[in-house]
Nanobody
């Protein structure tokens, strides 16, 4: 079955960095645009970043521009989110999702605190 497994989350200090990994299985990742979403405590889920299927174009929500970078390796069926200059408000569960496919993993918890 189609499955996503997010990893790389954890505890970071304000101003620190983390890189999230999304491992996909059960379908051809290369045929789909991919997105990262996050859900902060008490908030609705929001889009963080997106990347075209060939990796040539990317989009970011306003809070991620200049700090986060989305990338992919289609040969490995993986998508990544590099997060720099982390802030306490980045604390959330982060999920990856394929465009046009309503399948979600368990997510990766990111906590930013001193």
């Amino acid at each position: 079955q189609v499955q996503f497994v997010e990893s790389g989350g954890g505890l970071a200090q304000p101003g620190g960095s983390l890189t999230l990994h999304c491992a996909a299985s059960g379908f051809a990742l290369s045929s789909y645009g991919m997105n990262w979403y996050r859900q902060r405590p008490g908030q609705e889920r929001e889009m963080v970043a997106g990347i075209w299927s060939d990796g040539d174009e990317t989009t970011y929500n306003y809070f991620a521009k200049g700090r986060f970078t989305i990338s992919r390796d289609n040969s490995k069926n993986e998508v990544y989110l590099q997060m720099n200059d982390l802030k306490p408000e980045d604390t959330a569960v982060y999920y990856c999702k394929a465009g046009g496919m309503d399948v979600w993993g368990k997510g990766a918890q990111v906590t930013v605190s001193s």
